[in-house]
């Protein structure tokens, strides 16, 4: 099972993102590793090493698409349930504070603004298998905190 986990609408973007860098972002690189080498002398050549360094990025950016493509597991955001899983949408209220909703996700697919947290983060390891109604409790730098589980949807 692989621990990278990727809704079906970020699988979807990242495989777009891929398609881009393969076409589009290979012939501009191409483009202009052609435009540099006709400049000269490639050992003295500032823009044609600055290119094969982008070059370089590129093909990186590109197998890091291909490999979390391919190892990781598409979630469904499920809809109601018992417990918490990946994919879940919970409410929870800290203690003194006003409910949140958070759908829980695969690390790769974090953002906390939008309502999104990652299963390996502090909060989203504590939430994974509780039952609406649980409390868990999260240690940070500036003490504890203490999380209700209002509703899990």
């Known amino acids: 099972m692989s ?6 609408e970020r699988y979807d973007e990242l495989k777009v993102e891929l398609n881009s860098l393969k076409t589009a972002g290979r012939q501009s690189v191409g483009e202009r590793l052609r435009h540099a080498k006709e400049l000269g002398d490639l050992s003295e050549n500032a823009e ?4 094969r360094e982008e070059q370089n990025l590129l093909e990186k950016k590109i197998a890091d698409l291909e490999d979390l493509l391919e190892n990781s597991s598409i979630i469904n955001k499920e809809s109601g349930g018992a417990t918490v899983k990946i994919g879940s949408n919970v409410t929870i209220k800290k203690s003194g504070g006003e409910a ?3 759908t829980v996700v695969g690390s790769s697919e974090t953002d906390p603004a ?3 947290i990652s299963n390996a983060s502090p909060l989203g390891k ?28």
């Open 114 to 116: 939008k309502g999104l």
């Open 48 to 51: 044609y090493q600055a290119v």
């Open 126 to 153: 504590q939430l994974l298998g509780k039952k609406m109604g649980d409390v868990i409790v999260i240690e940070a730098p500036k003490g504890k905190n203490e999380y209700a589980i209002l509703k899990i949807n």
């Open 3 to 8: 621990d990278n986990y990727l809704t079906q």
């Open 100 to 102: 949140v909703t958070y």
